[in-house]
C-alpha cells in the first residue's frame, strides 16, 4: 500500500512530504519497486538546467526523473520516500508530488486508486505550498512648486517616487484632470489619452518625472488647476497621503498673467487643501 503524510507542506518550512510503502507477509528479504515520479513540481537532478521543486531521500534510488526504485529493507514492513521541497523567492502555483505504484509480478497493489474502474494503480498525492509574495512597489507622488505664473519661467513638476527594487523599468498609469486644459493652457504630459496616461521608471532610478509647462496668453481669467493623480493596477499600489489641492483665487486678478495651480490625489478620496 502507498499513502503520503502530510498531504501538504510550505515551500520554505520544516516539514516535508512523507510517502509510505507498507508491505505484509514475509519481511526476511528485501523488495525492490519501481515507482513512477509525476505531479507539476519537478525533482532535483542532472538532467534539470534550473534546479528542481524538491529532493527525494530515504529508502529511494535514482529519483531524479519519471521513476525511482523504491526498496524495503530486509526486515522492515516498511519503505519511506521524504520529498524535501527547494525553497526559492518565485511566487507561483501551489505544486504537487505524485508517487504511483503500478502492479508487480513480485507484489500485489494493496490499495488501488478507486477510479477509473477496473485500476491496479495506487497512488498518493502531496502537495507543497507557495509561500512567497509579490512585494509590490509603493508609488508616491508630489509636486513642486504648488504654482507657477502663467508667463514666467517656472513649471509644475510633478514627481512619482518609488520603493523597492530599480532593477527593472517599470511603467505607471496616472489619471489627469483640473480646471486646466491640455494643449491650450499647459503642455507637457506624457502619451495620448483622454483621462488616463502613464509615467516611465527608467531601470535603476526610484524616480519619474513630469513637467507641466503653461501656455502664455492675454485672457484675464482665474487660477486654473492641473490634477494629477495614481491609479491601482497589479504591478504597484499607491502610496497614502498624496491628494492634496491648492485654493484658486476667488479674487479680481490684479495682472493679466494668471496663475497656474495644482492640485493632485490618489485614488482613496479625501481632501485636503493646500494654503
Not at 135 to 144: C, E, Q, Y
Not at 180 to 193: K, N, Q, Y
Not at 196 to 218: C, N
Not at 227 to 251: E, I, K, V
Amino acid at each position: 500500500t502507498l499513502a503520503v503524510s502530510p498531504a501538504s507542506v510550505p515551500e520554505d518550512g520544516p516539514s516535508n512530504l512523507v510517502f509510505t510503502f507498507t508491505r505484509t507477509g514475509s519481511t526476511t528479504s528485501a523488495l525492490n519497486l519501481l515507482v513512477n515520479i509525476g505531479g507539476t513540481a519537478f525533482p532535483s537532478g542532472p538532467f534539470l538546467l534550473t534546479g528542481g521543486d524538491y529532493v527525494l531521500s530515504g529508502d529511494v534510488s535514482g529519483g531524479t526523473g519519471t521513476t525511482a526504485t523504491v526498496t524495503f529493507p530486509a526486515g522492515s514492513a516498511t519503505a519511506t520516500v521524504i520529498a524535501n521541497p527547494t525553497a526559492d523567492t518565485n511566487v507561483e502555483a501551489d505544486e504537487t508530488v505524485v508517487l504511483t505504484l503500478p502492479p508487480g509480478t513480485t507484489y500485489i497493489v494493496g490499495n488501488p486508486n478507486p477510479s477509473p474502474v477496473g485500476n491496479t494503480f495506487a497512488s498518493a498525492t502531496g502537495t507543497i505550498t507557495n509561500d512567497d509574495t509579490l512585494a509590490l512597489p509603493v508609488i508616491t507622488l508630489a509636486v513642486s512648486p504648488a504654482s507657477v505664473p502663467e508667463d514666467g519661467p517656472s513649471n509644475l513638476v510633478f514627481t512619482f517616487t518609488r520603493t523597492g527594487s530599480t532593477t527593472a523599468p517599470l511603467s505607471v498609469p496616472f489619471g489627469f484632470d483640473g480646471m486646466a486644459t491640455e494643449a491650450v493652457d499647459f503642455t507637457g504630459l506624457p502619451g495620448a489619452g483622454v483621462t488616463f496616461r502613464t509615467v516611465l521608471f527608467a531601470a535603476g532610478s526610484s524616480s519619474a518625472t513630469v513637467v507641466i509647462d503653461p501656455v502664455a496668453d492675454t485672457d484675464v481669467e482665474p487660477d486654473e488647476t492641473v490634477a494629477l493623480f495614481l491609479t491601482r493596477n497589479g504591478r504597484h499600489r499607491p502610496g497614502r497621503g498624496h491628494r492634496r489641492r491648492t485654493r484658486r483665487d476667488r479674487g479680481p486678478l490684479p495682472h493679466p498673467r494668471k496663475q497656474l495651480r495644482h492640485r493632485y490625489r490618489d485614488a482613496r478620496g479625501g481632501d485636503h487643501r493646500q494654503r
